[in-house]
């Protein structure tokens, strides 16, 4: 066992991580429709006071978009409208078809392409709602399912509709923003147009230079923030809209989550499997190598003891001393492979005993502090076990090590099992290596092992798993 | 002398009736699993009783908790465990209720015959031995602040040859020193951990593993 190597000295050899960072604690549990990804803000949180408003690019990007989203809405309008009309108007003579499946095509795209600018504008991540494309390269299949999937007649919905909420949204945000514009930079008409007759409620003056004019600017900020208001609140109405044509419905996002998952268990057993495999070659190695090749020496000391036994008996005596040490070598290693296998005290006691047993036979003082109100499973217990006596093992073999301590405690849904030493550090996990495999058998339920170990130490292998397995 | 035996293996239980036979100790009894140890006890009154942990029905520690009923129901049956692994936990567990005449001893002693043999006349005098490995796992367990820190390394040896049951003598002899060297070593590690000073074998035995069964407990 043990295959972890250490870089002593060497260059410096980077924290390794082994097992699966991201299916753990990540996407399996992850929440249904949050925008997921990349941490950008988008207009549904975020603060609502105009000034953060204000420096936040996305209230920008979302009036951007708004101001331009116009020319989408009436280019896909026309498209659509002239198109479909076309298309059905053809279908009489079959051109329509081709015509309308390249329509399809087009509109489908287009609805990506939404997709990706209601993202880069508001910040709210729309997943694709599609249905898996089949394997066949054949157009026809493919352009079937298309016509099959519900999405892509969402997707004709919004581009068709697209026209009269961008026309909506446009005029809205051009009055607001227009009147913003007018107030906010008045000085600067006044200094350019020659003067101005201001009216702000009651009171009325006729301003001739910019200075006389700043009142009005004042004023363009509180409209400011009220254009602000109306442009995030369009932005959301959109963003909703967009997400809810768009995007998938509730038992996709269910669904969609349930093949990652599947995704993600499939891998899981395959590395469970393979780490089965490695342990039993293991087991069969040791065994070859060992007890098998002891107990052969035994009873070959035996065979020439009892052909010795009349003519030679002190050589015979001696022989059977031989033999006699080499049975208790044989038990005492297929004791040991037998604890490697499973610990009887593991499942007699629990944890915390077994562990203060391999503490105890560690050749540096371990110090041991299990914490759990009652037993894990008895698959997460084991695990834990292997881990940190693989830990162990490598402490004694590479770390040159002082001391080490290992912390068994219950965080939240999690068992956590940390092994510690002060030695030289720079352990990496292998692949094929024991602590790899480790990684592999707790990956199997859903639990992670990372090892950290920079150069120099200390080296902190940790394994996060779940104790409602 | 007379023992009984609780082991499920027959060859192992046939192997020691034999060894013991040949030693002139009686073995009045057999069984194969734990429930029935205390009945053999009850009915033979034996000098000893031999158990192994692992039996039928459960597999796991049967023998154990065999024993700790028979001590239970008959303090002062001596009592040697038998066990293909050692662990501080079993015997912590066998100790206590008191280390008089307790034996805990891995499997394969066994083959040592003159050694089996004296601790098993030891033990149904009312002495204690307990398997140095277990004792190793005792001493190797640390935790913070621990007192057993604070021994030399001379100390710690001489602190788990006692553990074992072993008498100043034969530390002494172990050690290579005076018995004199050992009885200040003894008198040193008594001061470290706190311990009442004790006079004669097994009550020194049952201070020192009532100790670290504390610490390991």
Redesign the interface.
Known sequence: MGELSRDIGGGGAPPARAGTPDGAHGGAHGGGATPAGGRRASVMDGSWRPAAMARSAVSWTSALYIAVSLAFGLGWFVTLAVGLSLSLGLLIVWVGFPLLALLMVAWRFGARLERRLVRAAFGVAVPDPYRPMPESRNPFVRLRTMAADPATWKDLVYLGLLFPLTLVEFVLSAIVWGLTGTLLFMPLIVLFGGGMEINLGQVTYWSGNPVEALPVSAVGLVVLAGALYVTRGTAIAHAAWARLMLGPNASQAENRELRQRTAHLRASRARGVDAAEFERRRIERDLHDGAQQRLLAVAMDIGRARAKLDQDPEGARELIEQA?AG??EA??EL?DL??GIY???L???GLD??L??L????PV????DVDLPERPPAAVESIAYFIVAEALANIAKYARAT?ASVRVAREDRWVVVEVTDNGAGGAVARPGGGLAGLADRAATIDGMLIVDSPPGGPTIVRADLPCTW | MRVVIAEDSVLLREGLVRLLGDAAIETVATVGDGPGLLGIVEEHEPDLAIVDVRMPPSFTDEGLRAALAVRERRPGTPILVLSQYVEERYATDLIGGGAEGVGYLLKERVSDIAEFIDAVRRIAAGGTVIDPEVIGQLLGRRRTGDPLEALTPREREVLGLMAQGRSNGAIAQDLVVTEGAVEKHISNIFAKLDLQPAQGGHRRVMAVLAYLGRAAA
């Open positions: 006699h049975t208790k038990i005492t004791r037998a604890r610990p009887a005290i499942t007699d006691r005993p077994a203060s047993g503490a105890g036979r560690a003082p371990v110090e041991v001391r």
